[in-house]
């Protein structure tokens, strides 16, 4: 690596210098000062693990997204988390094994080998929120109440769409199909990239009953307004599928009710996180980005490899993301210069007064220039300092 080079990050992974570093760290206490007010508890799990630990259950999908070290004391492979979700289990499953409802909430470094999209870093910092022992429509409008309000409170208060979605469709029908596990995930490929052409000539070539094959044909057909839910009641029999249906439509009539101005889009083939989501998945949008600005949902299975199932929903977002979209000044914070008179006791007090109260005070310091974000400075007046414009 040539010397010029060694300074350069990695590709797709960002730092944050000032004033942008000091924007990250208030909306992180923006955003986990929500949380507490809604009862969730702050956890931290450890950057690294066991890899096997971060592989576990739900983190088997993040296999090829979480880079792997060796531990040179114990020899053992360790992983750098690519997810915070399923750490977060393990601490639910085996570190407070809470009886009943558990709230827990985070936000952390996580460091993925390939970006999400395009635009996206390496290196995001995740937040989110957890609930666990609650399995029902309770839990899951809560905690989508609470990803809108955190998006509220990132001020990105206009134009948010809600996507709603299930799996129970979907497995309904490909257990009636008896579709092999190869079929079913060349199935959710083409689904997720919405390839019409392809489907059809996919379900074509099963071999099913003509009334199944109208289904599988239908299912990545249902997308829209609050409509698509009576369709897909009209159009699919199986009584799984009208449970999920019916399911969504309640929990859209709730949030239409608490956010009237948050518009709702179904997508009955939305399978995001298909391998261990076992209900409703949900995300929001804005016009003025092209990925979700946060996601989640139902995954009732997470912690059974833990050895401890319970129900589960919840949601994550990027914080940098919400940062980038929330129009926040990134000007430097003004501060006030205070001379260097060190062993002025009254000065000293003065300067402790100030920055009790939230104030930026600099010394000042021998031979050295003015800071530049300095605009006032502290002038003795008799027996008191006083604050006065540059």
């Known amino acids: 690596m040539a010397l010029a080079d060694r ?35 702050l956890v931290m799990p450890p950057l690294v693990e066991h890899l096997e630990s971060l592989l576990t259950g739900t983190g088997r999908d993040l296999d090829l997204n979480t880079f792997k070290v060796t531990d040179s004391l114990s020899g053992h492979a360790l992983g750098i988390r690519a997810d915070i979700t399923p750490q977060v289990a393990r601490i639910d499953a085996h570190r407070l094994r809470t009886e009943g409802v558990s709230r827990l909430c985070y936000c952390g470094s996580i460091v993925h080998t390939q970006p999400s999209h395009m635009l996206a870093s390496r290196n995001p910092l995740q937040a989110g929120a957890e609930l666990y022992g609650h399995a029902g429509i309770d839990s899951d409008f809560e905690v989508i109440a609470l990803m809108l309000e955190t998006l509220h409170a990132a001020g990105l208060n206009h ?13 309904a029908l490909v257990r009636e199909a008896q579709l092999s596990q190869q079929q079913k995930d060349q199935f959710i490929e083409l689904l997720q990239r919405k390839a019409m052409p392809e489907i059809d000539s996919f379900v074509a070539a099963l071999d099913v009953d003509e009334a199944l094959r109208l289904q599988l044909l239908v299912l990545p057909r249902l997308h829209g307004t609050l409509s698509v839910l009576d369709q897909a009641i009209e159009k699919l029999t199986q009584p799984e599928a009208h449970q999920a249906v019916e399911y969504l439509k309640q929990l859209a009539a709730r949030v239409q009710q608490h956010y009237p101005n948050v518009r709702c889009y179904v997508d009955l083939a939305e399978l995001r996180g298909y391998h261990y989501h076992t209900g409703v998945v949900f995300a929001a949008y804005t016009p003025s980005f092209g990925q979700a600005l946060a996601k989640g949902g139902r995954y009732d299975e997470i912690g059974q490899d833990f050895g401890r199932a319970r129900p589960a929903t919840g949601f994550s977002t990027d914080l940098s993301t919400l940062i980038d979209l929330s129009g926040m000044s990134a000007q430097s914070e003004k501060a006030v210069l205070a001379p260097a008179h060190h062993h002025d006791a009254s000065l000293q007090r003065t300067i402790g ?4 109260q939230g104030v930026r005070v600099i010394h000042a310091l021998s031979g050295a220039l003015t800071p530049s974000n300095c605009d006032r400075v502290l ?10 414009s540059l």
């Open 7 to 41: 300074w350069l990050l990695p590709e797709g992974i960002k730092e944050l210098l000032p004033p942008q570093a000091r924007q990250a760290e208030l909306m992180r206490r923006r955003l986990l000062d929500l949380f507490n007010t809604w009862g969730y508890e």
């Open 379 to 388: 002038e003795k007046q008799g027996d008191e300092w006083l604050v006065k």
């Open 159 to 171: 134009s948010l769409t809600l996507d709603l979605g299930h799996v129970g469709p979907f497995r």
């Open 353 to 356: 007064e100030l920055r009790s």
